[in-house]
């Protein structure tokens, strides 16, 4: 069945790079997402990218896809304290709309 | 812009007592709707799903239900809360395709006592 993993904590320290790793199973997934959550909050979109693609990049945030291990990363790029914060990885669900998601990295910049 | 809202915020409610949680978006039409339920802040489990008024799919049997009498109205609801029905419980809406991705309400925190 579909599955999505992830690490589930990540310390590093203010303005080192931070890279969040997650794997899925599902080979015929199309989009993969990543989410921030911060305490209390809904999940906030950060980013996709299409299964086409290897790479995409946005300010400081770069999603690698290596689609032959199903393997997705996350990079934040001079880590602040502002994105500690739990981040998921998903993957759409076959042709439907629905997402599967994984446990969630807890991310912890220390100052 | 679009816009997504959840009520109420929070919620203590006793066991056995009725539920009602509400979910609206503004600024489109004919979303895809979704309740999700998040225990112990993590892993987002998938409780309901809609693809247009009425259309509602159940991905977990348990004593929940939803229900979507307009566009862009999506509710939950319960007959009897059960201790185990705690959690945050999170509304997302997405377009109808073809990159599905989901946009999240600011959620309820619901605890049964």
């Known amino acids: 069945g579909e599955d999505v993993e992830q690490s589930l904590f990540l310390s590093v320290r203010e303005g080192d790079s931070s890279v969040i790793n997650c794997t899925y199973t599902d080979s015929s997934s199309t989009y993969l997402y990543w989410y921030k959550q911060e305490p209390g909050a809904g999940l906030q979109l950060l980013t996709y990218?299409?299964?086409?693609?290897d790479m995409k990049q946005d300010q400081r945030l770069t999603v690698l896809l290596n689609k032959k291990d199903k393997h997705l990363s996350l990079r934040i790029a001079d880590t602040q304290t502002g994105d500690s914060a739990i981040y998921f990885c998903?993957?759409?669900?076959?042709?439907?709309?629905?997402?599967?998601f994984g446990q969630g990295t807890t991310l912890q910049v220390k100052p | 812009s679009q816009t997504i809202h959840q009520w109420p915020a929070t919620l203590v409610q006793p066991v056995g007592s009725p539920l009602s949680l509400e979910c609206t978006v503004e600024?489109?039409?004919?979303?895809?709707l979704y309740w999700y339920r998040q225990a112990a802040g993590r892993g987002l489990q998938l409780l309901f799903y809609?693809?247009?008024?009425?259309?509602i799919s159940s991905e977990v049997p348990q004593n929940l239900s939803a229900s979507r009498p307009q566009d862009r109205q999506f509710i939950l609801s319960s007959k009897k809360l059960l201790l185990s029905d705690s959690g945050f419980y999170l509304c997302?809406?997405?377009?109808?395709?073809?990159?599905?991705?989901?946009?999240f309400g600011p959620g309820t925190r619901l605890t049964v006592t």
């Open positions: 809609s693809v247009g008024i009425g259309q």
């Open positions: 990218i299409f299964s086409n693609m």
């Open positions: 998903a993957e759409r669900s076959g042709n439907t709309g629905k997402l599967i």
């Open positions: 997302a809406w997405s377009f109808g395709g073809p990159s599905y991705e989901q946009y």
């Open positions: 600024g489109t039409s004919n979303p895809n």
